[in-house]
């Protein structure tokens, strides 16, 4: 076992190393050593049910650490990725058309928060940050673009803050090549609609979206939006930190959110222990091991297989299900 700081990307990370840990005769992995480490994350994990921050890539995956299993693809085989606001962040290229997609059954109905940072320099007018739609992808659930003038829709409604006059109109910009952070809450009980820029609430409305709530299963694209069989209004720039609660966040934690502050932590958590395994065929085992301990608290688990992530789980327990004979 060792613990290691990652002290330029804020987060403490914890390993430990088990051998053999596939019962014997289980399978040809038996013997191989696999790895758990323990994250800790900024911000309470309350109704978190999506977490990309672009630290957990494998391949063209993009690990959710929300322990929801919401884990996306990018459609780069292999994704750009430079230094963000915390740790790594994902560049996006629209000649590319560079997108992250996930098909989701439990995107949030009533209410929900959506968080990220971006830079941008994107001239285009419908450059997509995040696109929800209906598995037909017919309907617009919900969708945030525009970064010369951002644009929201909830349920199909179409909202552009203006805080001008319709002759000299002054729209919220983020497309000036500095991080921004971004927040989106939404109420269904009232159709609140409030966005925040860089922690501050710089608009509201009511009324928006509220005639039924947003489907909990639909197709989700951060970087480019989806109508049926044709993409487009694709992202030009970096993101950081993408997060969608079941909730709608306080002002206070917004704010803190958008000061890019860690926890303010040093103390490791425990080592994960004990780990078991009981193998059901060959390519299947279900793993469990005793939690890890903190004086803060555990945001959940990333397991490795042969030194590669092989996904990611915010309980003490996990089934691997790609092992091959």
């Keep these: 076992m060792y613990i290691k700081i990652n002290k330029s990307f804020a987060i403490l990370v914890v390993i430990a190393i088990v051998s053999s840990v596939l019962v014997a005769g289980a399978n040809a992995n038996s013997g191989k050593d696999n790895m758990m480490s323990t994250v800790k994350s900024q911000s309470n994990p309350l109704g978190l049910v999506l977490h990309w921050d672009f630290d957990a890539v494998t ?7 929300s322990g929801h299993g919401n884990d996306g693809t990018s459609s780069a085989e292999n994704p750009v990725l430079t230094p963000g606001v915390l740790g ?3 560049t ?4 590319n058309d560079d997108r992250v997609r996930i098909l989701m059954d439990d995107f949030p109905g009533e209410e929900f928060s959506f968080a990220v940072w971006v830079r941008s320099t994107d001239s285009s007018g419908g450059s997509t940050i995040v696109s929800y739609r209906n598995m037909d992808r017919t309907s617009s659930l919900f969708r945030l673009a525009g970064v010369n003038g951002l644009f929201v829709l909830i349920n199909g409604q179409f ?4 805080f001008g006059t319709e002759a000299n109109p002054e729209y919220i910009e983020v497309g000036d090549g500095q991080w921004h952070h971004l927040v989106i809450n939404w109420t269904r009980i009232n159709g609140e609609l409030t966005i925040y820029k860089n922690g501050l609430e710089v608009f509201s409305a009511t009324d928006v979206g509220r005639t039924k709530p947003i489907s909990a299963i639909g197709e989700m694209n951060i970087g480019m939006d989806r109508e049926v069989w044709t993409w487009s209004n694709a ?4 993101m950081d930190d993408v ?11 917004i704010s803190w959110l958008a000061s890019a502050t860690p926890l303010n ?3 490791a958590p425990s080592a994960p222990a004990n780990l078991q395994a009981v193998a059901v065929s060959q390519q299947k085992a279900y793993l469990s091991w005793d939690a890890s301990v903190d004086n803060e608290f555990v945001a959940g688990y990333r397991v490795y297989r042969n030194n590669n992530l092989i996904g990611t789980t915010g309980e003490s327990k996990f089934r691997d299900i790609g092992m091959s004979p």
């Design 59 to 65: 391949g063209n995956i993009i690990s959710d650490i």
């Design 88 to 90: 790594q962040a994902m």
């Design 92 to 95: 996006f290229d629209e000649d």
């Design 159 to 162: 909202v552009r803050p203006n």
């Design 235 to 238: 992202y030009a720039g970096d």
């Design 243 to 253: 997060r969608l609660y079941s909730r709608t966040l306080s002002p206070d934690e």
């Design 265 to 267: 932590d040093n103390q």
